[in-house]
């Protein structure tokens, strides 16, 4: 009976340092390294500000960035929660269309976040943190009331809030919470002014202290042929 239970103690002591040694591991990746001197200018403006807006057209790095400043941030402890949100599909049909919960709905539509964050932090530590809690996905439909306290809040496809909306969603910001406000004015889906459009003019209009990172055609990193579409619909005007 003695040996049975030095057995199972050893055995437990041993998945016990396994555990341990992987997550260490994940807690010390290296930092990311910038791939253009815009992308540097994001991380500088993220280790400096507590609002940071970012703009410019797909595969420069805006998300990739902004999921793995989140996962970082979370997995190091500096920060309680991670909340991410984005304004409703462009079509312009309500989230209730789709089945299952409003967590469930919005899921789809910040996937890129998401998997981001799932890559830096790997599966189980994402997974465990969605349910605990400490990774939140909120609908745009029910932000309002909100507070953001001691988190990081992403805000993703800006281009597509209305001016109320971002003003809303602004107004939610509380103590020790960071905001990245993430968009491409040239792909609005609204027939009004983009609330992004209109945060950008109030920014350098009072030259509030808040970094606006612009990337160009030029910063596109994530493939050739995105950087070839992405010009090709840019100079035909599409």
Not at 32 to 60: M, N, W
Not at 63 to 74: H, M, P
Request: hydrophobic content about 40%; some cysteine; glycine content about 6%.
């Amino acid at each position: 009976m003695k040996r049975r239970r030095a057995r199972l103690e050893l055995v437990e002591d041993r998945t016990s340092r396994l555990h341990r040694t992987r997550f260490d591991e994940e807690r010390h990746l290296a930092p990311i390294q910038p791939l253009t001197d815009r992308q540097g200018q994001y991380l500088d403006a993220l280790a400096s500000s507590q609002q940071v807006i970012v703009l410019g057209p797909a595969g420069t790095g805006k998300t990739y960035i902004a999921g793995t400043r989140a996962a970082d941030q979370l997995r190091q402890r500096r920060i309680a929660k991670v909340i991410i949100t984005r304004p409703n599909v462009a079509s312009g049909r309500s989230l209730g269309f789709f089945p299952g919960s409003l967590e469930e709905k919005i899921a789809p539509w910040v996937a890129p976040l998401t998997e981001t964050m799932k890559e830096r932090m790997g599966d189980a530590a994402f997974d465990i943190a969605l349910k605990s809690g400490d990774i939140e996905i909120v609908p745009f439909e029910v932000m309002r009331g909100r507070t953001f306290k001691n988190c990081l809040v992403i805000l993703d496809e800006a281009q597509n809030t209305t001016t109320a909306e971002i003003k809303m969603f602004l107004t939610r910001i509380g103590d020790d919470c960071q905001v990245i406000i993430n968009g491409d004015i040239s792909q609005t889906d609204l027939r009004e002014t983009s609330g992004l459009r209109t945060v950008i003019h109030l920014v350098k209009s009072r030259m509030m202290n808040i970094p606006i990172v612009e990337f160009t055609l030029d910063d596109i990193v994530r493939s050739g042929a995105c950087a070839d579409w992405v010009r090709a619909f840019e100079e035909a005007k599409l």
